[in-house]
């Protein structure tokens, strides 16, 4: 079965931190891999995807690394802000064996305190 | 409008009652997803359209469910006879096509609650 999981489900940091959020998913054949965040009563925000040729993608303060053979990707994000907590969503397309949907994580809530 | 677009935000609604929820995708895109989040099961697929194609009913929890997708624009999630575990978010998602690099962008979510 293809699934999506994501370590911590909570993490609290003070605000500066640099930190990593894991994502794990089984089968790595996968098409691509997105990273997304949520915001309380919100829908979700694209952040960074990484194709499956890729080896990591770089936004900003934002980078999410892919390595399919141990089926793991992580989000880096440096010098984390209090505009930063939110749920943060990883989520896989496998293309062809499941079409292009998205199978997600349970996704890490984060908390940055000023 | 620049991004997906859902109405109504919020609906309430008697256990029993039919719904209708509406997708307004992003102009030119031709990928367009329905996708629920619900307390306990986490985010959902329930069904993918792409241009004229068949769509991909796979995720669809019971036949109480449909959409369709008028025009190749804006879409509409029905739920007859509803229940109370259909209470969940229902999210929306369009992408410039289908199985391809190019990222899913989401709505807001209409939030739904069954009484």
């Known amino acids: 079965k293809q699934e999506v999981t994501q370590i911590p489900a909570a993490l609290s940091v003070p605000e500066g931190e640099n930190l990593v959020l894991n994502c794990s998913f089984t089968?790595?054949?996968?098409?691509?891999l997105q990273w997304f965040r949520q915001d309380p009563g919100k829908g979700l925000t694209s952040l960074l995807l990484?194709?499956?040729?890729?080896r990591e993608q770089t936004s900003g303060r934002l980078n999410a690394s892919l390595d399919k053979s141990s089926g793991r990707s992580t989000l880096y994000i440096a010098a984390s802000q209090p505009g930063d907590s939110a749920t943060y969503l990883c989520?896989?397309?496998?293309?062809?064996?499941?079409?292009?949907?998205?199978?997600f994580g349970e996704g890490t809530q984060l908390t940055v305190n000023p | 409008g620049a991004g997906v677009s859902q109405s109504p935000s919020n609906k309430v609604t008697e256990k029993g009652k039919d719904v209708e929820l509406r997708c307004d995708p992003i102009?030119?895109?031709?990928?367009l997803y329905w996708y629920r989040q619900s307390l306990g099961q986490g985010l959902e697929f329930l069904i993918y359209?792409?241009?004229?194609?068949?769509?991909?009913k796979s995720g669809l929890p019971s036949d109480r469910f449909s959409a369709e997708r008028t025009g190749g624009s804006v879409s509409t999630l029905t739920i007859q006879r509803t229940q109370q575990e259909d209470s969940a978010v229902y999210l929306c998602?369009?992408?410039?096509?289908?199985?391809?690099?190019?990222?899913?962008?989401f709505g807001d979510g209409t939030r739904l609650s069954i009484l």
């Open positions: 998602a369009s992408s410039g096509q289908g199985l391809s690099n190019q990222p899913q962008h």
């Open positions: 359209f792409q241009g004229n194609s068949a769509p991909d």
């Open positions: 102009s030119g895109h031709t990928a």
């Open positions: 990484i194709q499956s040729s890729q």
């Open positions: 089968d790595s054949a996968i098409y691509n």
């Open positions: 989520a896989v397309t496998w293309g062809e064996t499941s079409g292009s949907r998205l199978t």
